[in-house]
């Protein structure tokens, strides 16, 4: 085989690869869809963690959930406060985030992530309320080009652009909501699948605590 055409096919397997690449509308259907969870763990203060398989996408999809009596909208606003991450969400202390744009229709961010024994990972995302009105919060993973317009305070790593996160709150009934955080998203570099997906898991469980940690106690100045 020449080398030339060793070199077709690999340009080739390489398109083809990325056109398989589900479109975020694509994987935020699949977060929702609720066939092929498989529960893997559920924490002593009742956290529920879930995974299932995307087609064509190498990782695995994690759903954390819980049910629990919360002001869905502070929720939705201490997700939404992507330049205070530092300060409250705490599992995650090796990480920095800015806030580079916010409008009524969303904002961008910038995101710096210290990952033990491998490369720092970096991304931007854009963050939205899918449905006005509503407490669901979804962001999505951009290209570094994007940025580009930005006043970003880069930070060496590895950049990923491969991901979308989504949380919901449904109501149930005496005040309860069921909280979910959804994500699926490829770490990049040279790191087995099987690790990201743990990577992936613990991350958002720690997340996932600190964020309603962080809603009940301004609930609670809120109410002093």
């Given at each position: 085989?020449?080398?030339?055409?060793?070199?077709?096919?690999?340009?080739?397997?390489?398109?083809?690869?990325?056109?398989?690449?589900?479109?975020?509308?694509?994987?935020?259907?699949?977060?929702?869809?609720?066939?092929?969870?498989?529960?893997?763990?559920?924490?002593?203060?009742?956290?529920?963690?879930?995974?299932?398989?995307?087609?064509?996408?190498?990782v695995k999809a994690v759903k954390v959930s819980q049910t629990v009596r919360i002001d869905p909208e502070?929720?939705?606003?201490?997700?939404?406060?992507?330049?205070?991450?530092?300060?409250?969400?705490?599992?995650?202390?090796?990480?920095?985030?800015?806030?580079?744009?916010?409008?009524?229709?969303?904002?961008?961010?910038?995101?710096?992530?210290?990952?033990?024994?491998?490369?720092?990972?970096?991304?931007?995302?854009?963050m939205y309320r899918p449905v006005a009105g509503e407490t669901r919060v979804d962001w999505e993973l951009?290209?570094?080009?994007?940025?580009?317009?930005?006043?970003?305070?880069?930070?060496?790593?590895?950049?990923?652009?491969?991901?979308?996160?989504?949380?919901?709150?449904?109501?149930?009934?005496?005040?309860?909501?069921?909280?979910?955080?959804?994500?699926?998203?490829?770490?990049?570099?040279?790191?087995?699948?099987?690790?990201?997906?743990?990577?992936?898991?613990?991350?958002?469980?720690?997340?996932?605590?600190?964020?309603l940690v962080e809603t009940q106690r301004r609930s609670l100045e809120g109410q002093g």
């Amino acid at each position: 085989m020449t080398k030339n055409l060793i070199m077709v096919i690999a340009l080739l397997s390489f398109s083809m690869s990325a056109l398989l690449k589900a479109s975020p509308m694509v994987l935020k259907e699949s977060l929702y869809d609720e066939l092929n969870w498989s529960i893997v763990e559920t924490t002593d203060d009742g956290i529920s963690v879930a995974e299932k398989s995307i087609n064509d996408v190498a990782v695995k999809a994690v759903k954390v959930s819980q049910t629990v009596r919360i002001d869905p909208e502070m929720l939705a606003r201490v997700i939404e406060d992507v330049a205070n991450y530092g300060r409250f969400l705490t599992s995650a202390s090796s990480m920095e985030c800015d806030l580079l744009s916010s409008d009524e229709s969303g904002m961008v961010g910038y995101q710096y992530v210290d990952v033990p024994l491998i490369s720092d990972r970096v991304y931007g995302f854009k963050m939205y309320r899918p449905v006005a009105g509503e407490t669901r919060v979804d962001w999505e993973l951009i290209p570094e080009s994007t940025l580009e317009n930005y006043a970003v305070n880069k930070r060496s790593g590895v950049y990923i652009d491969y991901g979308v996160g989504s949380w919901s709150m449904n109501k149930l009934e005496d005040d309860l909501y069921d909280v979910s955080y959804r994500l699926v998203m490829d770490p990049g570099g040279w790191i087995p699948d099987s690790v990201s997906d743990y990577f992936n898991r613990v991350s958002m469980v720690g997340i996932f605590k600190d964020a309603l940690v962080e809603t009940q106690r301004r609930s609670l100045e809120g109410q002093g």
